[in-house]
């Protein structure tokens, strides 16, 4: 299995997505924002563990063709046990 686990991007909860943490730098370019909160990406982003509902939602917003791949997988799957 190349991987064990999905994952998304959320807005960081230690920094509410501002960037502003204690000890951090501030950047002069954007002085409503902090360059270092050490827990997330430039945008304020974190990447946490998929739960079973999120992945659910995630297929209900894909398309017809990638939903059909997914029905043809599932039905390969369950065939195999
Ligand atoms: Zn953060």
Redesign the pocket.
Request: aromatic share 20%; net charge positive; with cysteine.
């Given at each position: 299995m190349p991987f064990d686990k999905l994952y998304l991007k959320v807005v960081?909860s230690?920094?509410k997505g501002t960037?502003m943490?204690n000890h951090g730098h501030h950047d002069p370019h954007r002085p409503h924002r902090w360059k270092t909160?050490p827990?997330?990406d430039s945008n304020?982003l974190?990447v946490i563990e998929a739960t079973a509902d999120a992945i659910i939602k995630f297929i209900e917003n894909t398309d017809v063709s990638a939903r059909q791949r997914l029905k043809q997988k599932l039905a390969e799957i369950e065939s195999e046990e």
């Open positions: 960081c230690i920094c960037r943490f909160c827990y997330c304020g974190t």
